[in-house]
């Protein structure tokens, strides 16, 4: 097959021990999955339905490179989370199935631009310039569920220019990652290298170039980016 012009290069991540790495095909993120960051948000944190956005597969920052600053923006917010990888898919997954469809679990930040994306809130516009922007998804090495199996508790947290900014337990995720599998598999055909960015705890803020960004996961990893 041929092409007017060459296709861009697979999107992928580094897998702790591994040479091989894991190509990327969609990012999904399910907003306000925390209790605590619910309310600072302004929301009620009552168990409603998940909802969910996207990223594009090439906004991974991966391999603790920089972070640019955005254009466009004076207010850059961390949002530091579990992210979920998918090895197989399908429809209507059952939620008891859905974990043997992950391959592994990772580090993630969702950078948001949160003053667009307040815009978009009151216009009742889309978030995609807000969330989906270049290099907004600095993901650290996937550690593959053989080797460490399925969190469902542990401290996930977030240093910003070595303060601790955002500190919580996955056991407070309002909706499991075999949930959100499910729920997700009932709008999309999940596919093999799709990520699923579970959500953030309280404390998000804005960062400021300069900002050394360093936070994990309890049993999953760490992750670490300078704001330049």
């Known amino acids: 097959m041929s092409y007017v012009f060459d296709p861009a290069p697979v999107t992928s991540l580094a897998i702790a021990g591994e040479s091989a790495r894991f190509p990327v095909r969609r990012i999904y993120c399910v907003g306000r999955n925390y209790a605590e960051h619910a309310r600072e948000m302004g929301h009620d944190p009552d168990r409603e339905p998940p909802f969910f956005f996207s990223k594009p597969s090439d906004a991974i920052l991966g391999g603790g490179a920089d972070f640019p600053y955005p254009p466009g923006t004076e207010d850059v917010h961390h949002e530091i989370e579990l992210v979920a990888a998918l090895k197989s898919g399908g429809v209507d997954i059952a939620e008891a199935d859905a974990l043997g469809h992950v391959f592994g679990y990772a580090v993630g930040l969702d ?14 516009r889309p978030w995609d310039v807000a969330k989906g922007f270049d290099a907004s998804a600095p993901c650290g090495d996937l550690v593959p569920a053989s080797a460490i199996g399925h969190p469902t508790k542990g401290r996930i947290w977030l240093d910003v220019a070595g303060e601790t900014r955002q500190e919580g337990d996955l056991a407070d995720l309002i909706w499991s990652v075999p949930e959100m599998i499910a729920y997700l598999s009932r709008l999309f055909r999940l596919e093999a290298g799709d990520l699923i960015m579970t959500g953030t705890p309280a404390g998000v803020a804005a960062v400021r170039r300069g900002d050394l960004l360093e936070g994990g996961v309890e ?5 670490r980016t300078r704001v330049v």
């Open 111 to 124: 950078m948001t631009r949160r003053d667009l994306q307040g815009t978009a809130k009151k216009m009742g």
């Open 219 to 223: 049993g999953v990893g760490t992750l």
